[in-house]
């Protein structure tokens, strides 16, 4: 195999990874290898390698990175394991992910008993999740994978006709690392006759057995520019929160670092997230924002009650959950929401951070508008949206001077910002 060092590699391992970095990265349109794209000024394979390197136990890590970068890919490997780098060896991956596995699995030495398979594009997985898997990949004798639970509808289609609905309560979104024997995994590679889309398939269609942990909000897979947007807010927001505890400056790297998600420290674990809504004014409507009714006043358009703030507010709490937003997970036109006020909205999204063991911490909405006026109804609105939320609620009121829709008094906007931390 191709070592980084092949004269210090240690043999005693009973635990390994395998990072599979091989990817071209053809859909994030950067011209750049994957692994070797920057997320907030470090490239994505660092951040995928460091947790690795605080586990509780030693485990050999095996890089498959593209045969043309590999002493590029030794560099990131040396800087990122540091002293543990005897426990690291670098090797070309195959023609397609399937060939790539199998290298890595071929580099490892005979002392490992237990192998997780990792995809580098999942860079800000927590060390937590790598622990969990080895956990339970040793209680269980069997194959492990992370997963979320499913939270949009999801329909069977047949070209461009949806069929049926199925039944989301049965189903999960898989993740990264996969944990197996590494003998029974090697001889269900060896043994495999058709393509899979993980590990984990390939692993059942040999006859092996696979069971589920929990999965990781952070732990997506970067694959457009819009989920790498998605991970440097994730970074920035991990590091500021940490700023603000008083961690001293520069001592977070974000996710994927020993101070980062996952680790011991909850400060590190935060996120946030951005929501807007706007609705038009629609004076045949009561009116109802921030959970509070304005008689008198115009109400605004919409399916549900219109509630502006409400549903900023919900946005802002799914978006830093990594959760979607209100209009995929509630649905604009489902009949179950016809006319539902914004608390409906706004517990719903509290839920579904509680399902991926997320919760709100706090939350800031600026109002923007005409009317109507919130001044003199400000405590009693914070306290409405508090309780719902379940963590202090700011809200603030502000007019664009005439200007745009709202200035025109044609509508009311809201923005909102939130604040989330590991439960």
């Not at 974000?254 to 004076?283: E, Q, W």
């Not at 009116?287 to 008198?296: S, T, Y």
């Not at 604009?332 to 539902?340: L, Q």
Request: aromatic share 4%; with cysteine.
């Amino acid at each position: 195999m191709t070592q980084h060092a092949t004269t210090t590699a240690r043999t005693d391992a009973v635990r390994a990874v395998v990072v599979v970095a091989a990817g071209s990265g053809t859909r994030l349109g950067l011209g750049t290898a994957k692994a070797f794209v920057p997320v907030a000024g470090r490239v994505m394979l660092a951040r995928a390698l460091e947790p690795l390197f605080t586990l509780a136990e030693p485990v050999f890590v095996v890089v498959v990175a593209p045969d043309a970068l590999l002493e590029q890919c030794r560099d990131v490997v040396a800087a990122t394991a540091g002293v543990a780098v005897g426990y690291t060896a670098v090797v070309a991956g195959g023609d397609d992910r399937h060939a790539s596995v199998q290298a890595g699995l071929a580099a490892l030495p005979p002392s490992v008993e237990t192998v997780l398979v990792h995809d580098a594009a999942r860079c800000l997985t927590p060390a937590s999740q790598f622990q969990a898997v080895f956990d339970a990949v040793q209680q269980h004798g069997c194959g492990i994978v992370p997963a979320l639970p499913v939270t949009d509808t999801v329909k069977r289609v047949e070209d461009d006709v949806v069929v049926e609905t199925v039944d989301r309560s049965s189903l999960v979104g898989v993740q990264t690392p996969q944990g197996f024997p590494l003998s029974e995994l090697r001889a269900a590679y060896a043994t495999s006759t058709q393509s899979e889309t993980d590990d984990a398939g390939v692993f059942q269609a040999s006859g092996g057995t696979v069971r589920f942990v929990a999965g990781d909000a952070d732990a997506f897979k970067i694959t457009t520019a819009w989920d790498l947007r998605r991970a440097e807010a994730v970074v920035a927001g991990s590091a500021g929160a940490s700023s603000v505890a008083g961690s001293p400056s520069g001592s977070s790297s974000g996710p994927g670092s020993s101070s980062g998600s996952g680790s011991s420290s909850a400060a590190a674990d935060v996120r946030v997230g951005l929501g807007m809504d706007v609705h038009a004014f629609d004076a045949a409507a009561p009116c109802r924002v921030g959970l509070l009714d304005f008689p008198g006043e115009p109400g605004l358009a919409g399916h549900s009650d219109g509630d502006a703030v409400a549903h900023a507010v919900c946005d802002a709490l799914l978006s830093a959950g990594g959760l979607g937003d209100i209009g995929s997970r509630f649905g604009t036109s489902d009949p179950a929401y016809a006319g539902a006020t914004g608390d409906v909205f706004v517990r719903g999204a509290v839920q579904a951070l509680a399902s991926v063991g997320l919760r709100p911490e706090r939350v800031t909405v600026q109002v923007i508008g005409n009317r109507p006026r919130i001044g003199a109804r400000r405590d009693e609105m914070q306290d409405a949206l508090a309780a719902v939320v379940g963590a202090p609620v700011a809200v603030s009121g502000t007019t664009t001077d005439g200007l745009g829709f709202a200035g025109r008094g044609e509508g009311l906007a809201a923005i909102a910002t939130a604040v989330v931390h590991r439960a």
